[in-house]
């Protein structure tokens, strides 16, 4: 079971996502089909004053098919 899984990685989702899988959370992030394929070829790229520079690369589905620990609706 993954940790957590983000629905909707638009910028607070996607945000969410990269911070949690850049402190080492398991997180699976769920999108439509194109959004997901986009971000598992390229990640998620976030700029932060706080963390600063960095790509994510979470593993990223358009169907959750597995149970997680807490589903984070952004």
């Given at each position: 079971?993954?940790?957590?899984?983000?629905?909707?990685?638009?910028?607070?989702?996607?945000?969410?996502?990269?911070?949690?899988?850049?402190?080492?959370?398991?997180?699976?992030?769920?999108?439509?089909?194109?959004?997901?394929?986009?971000?598992?070829?390229?990640?998620?790229?976030?700029?932060?004053?706080?963390?600063?520079?960095?790509?994510?690369?979470?593993?990223?589905?358009?169907v959750?098919?597995?149970?997680?620990?807490?589903?984070?609706?952004?």
């Amino acid at each position: 079971m993954r940790a957590v899984a983000v629905l909707g990685p638009g910028g607070v989702g996607g945000f969410i996502a990269a911070a949690l899988s850049w402190a080492g959370t398991e997180v699976t992030v769920v999108a439509r089909e194109p959004t997901a394929e986009l971000i598992a070829r390229r990640g998620i790229a976030l700029r932060s004053v706080r963390l600063g520079e960095l790509t994510a690369r979470p593993p990223s589905v358009a169907v959750l098919r597995e149970p997680v620990a807490t589903l984070v609706i952004a």
